[in-house]
């Protein structure tokens, strides 16, 4: 099956800075979006991005499908942003095209 | 905005017990999925359904079984507990397999003792 890697698989960051967050996976994808889930358990939709470049605040995402990784953007962190961060994927076809494939997520901890 | 919701927040069974977990999307969508989600292995596709009474296996059905008899209701059934039954379970919802953009309900931790 497809494999999704995330990287860092903890980051602890300061109040006010910016972090990176990459994801990379095996094979063509037709669906590629990024979780936050918070601390009771709800997976919150971040982007859908199988492709291109995005934004949403402080918050931004780009995926270059061609060479198969993904990036999630924080800027300007707060408190609230801490939590796991999932990258999600499913195949263009075939087998298994239904199915998001999870990476095991990034732990964000933002300190004051 | 898309809504997905479950039936519990939080849930407590005996082993043995005959559970039904509920969830219920009001988009129309076509597809929708339950997963498990347990520390250090991640969430994991238990069934999917693309039509009403439609149904197929993810990676790890033994043990559930499920049933979609509305378009907008998908249950997952767990017809004897066990304890390795314990986990968090959430479901999800997307509107066609072109994009498979996939939205989460608030998720039901399930404790089987």
Sequence with gaps: GIQVEQSPPDLILQEGANSTLRCNFSDSVNNLQWFHQNPWGQLINLFYIPSGTKQNGRLSATTVATERYSLLYISSSQTTDSGVYFCAVSRSSGAGSYQLTFGKGTKLSVIP | ?113
């Design chain 2, 1 to 113: 905005d898309v809504k997905v919701t479950q039936s519990s927040r939080y849930l407590v069974k005996r082993t043995g017990e005959k559970v039904f977990l509920e969830c219920v999307q009001d988009m129309d969508h076509e597809n929708m999925f339950w997963y498990r989600q347990d520390p250090g292995l991640g969430l994991r596709l238990i069934y999917f359904s693309y039509d009403v009474k439609m149904k197929e296996k993810g990676d790890i059905p033994e043990g559930y079984s499920v049933s979609r008899e509305k378009k907008e209701r998908f249950s997952l059934i767990l017809e004897s507990a066990s304890t390795n039954q314990t986990s968090m379970y959430l479901c999800a919802s997307s509107s066609t397999p072109a994009t498979n953009e996939q939205y989460f309900g608030p998720g039901t931790r399930l404790t089987v003792t």
